[in-house]
């Protein structure tokens, strides 16, 4: 789950398989319909392990699965709504865990069950660094005080 950053909503991951919704919308201040579901359904199997909004001025979040995708949602023109792209399919070998965006560079942190870490830089559309560990990588944190640095959670 990741609150949006105005604070006013709540988003949460689910399963992607049996066609089911993947993401929804828990809106905070509505008094009718409370929970809305993205209809966009990108990953094509197994949970949605982590979803996290990107920490720059566009508006936008990021979810990896254990189809080891990472997509990037960002809203619609009209702010109505949001549309996913998808980053990456092929970096990983096994489930992404975790993602993250770092703040200096439009940069998005990618860990995997597979001990890899990978930084995908959106400008280029290319993954700008991978490495390797000894064990798997459960969750990725940027650093807020050093933008170079970054935390990853191992198991």
């Given at each position: 789950?990741?609150?949006?950053?105005y604070?006013?909503?709540?988003?949460?991951?689910?399963?992607a398989?049996g066609?089911?919704?993947?993401?929804?919308?828990?809106?905070?201040?509505?008094?009718?319909?409370r929970?809305?579901?993205?209809?966009?359904?990108?990953h094509?199997?197994?949970?949605?392990?982590s979803?996290?909004?990107?920490?720059?001025?566009d508006?936008?979040f990021?979810?990896?699965?254990?189809?080891?995708?990472?997509?990037?949602w960002?809203?619609?023109?009209?702010?109505?709504g949001?549309k996913?792209k998808?980053?990456?399919?092929?970096?990983h070998t096994?489930?992404?865990?975790g993602?993250?965006?770092?703040q200096?560079?439009?940069?998005?942190?990618?860990?995997g069950a597979?001990?890899?870490?990978?930084?995908?830089?959106?400008?280029?559309?290319?993954?700008d660094?991978?490495h390797?560990?000894?064990?798997?990588?459960m969750?990725?944190?940027?650093n807020?005080?050093?933008?170079?640095?970054?935390?990853?959670?191992?198991?």
């Amino acid at each position: 789950m990741a609150w949006h950053p105005y604070g006013d909503s709540l988003f949460a991951a689910y399963t992607a398989d049996g066609k089911d919704n993947q993401v929804s919308i828990i809106n905070l201040n509505a008094t009718k319909k409370r929970v809305t579901f993205l209809d966009e359904k990108p990953h094509v199997r197994g949970i949605v392990n982590s979803i996290i909004f990107m920490p720059w001025d566009d508006l936008c979040f990021a979810t990896g699965g254990s189809d080891h995708a990472v997509i990037m949602w960002s809203e619609k023109e009209g702010g109505i709504g949001w549309k996913p792209k998808t980053l990456h399919r092929n970096l990983h070998t096994s489930a992404v865990m975790g993602v993250a965006g770092m703040q200096q560079k439009n940069i998005v942190l990618s860990a995997g069950a597979d001990k890899r870490i990978v930084g995908y830089d959106l400008r280029f559309g290319r993954a700008d660094f991978k490495h390797q560990l000894d064990s798997k990588a459960m969750g990725v944190l940027p650093n807020p005080a050093d933008f170079n640095l970054f935390m990853v959670q191992t198991g």
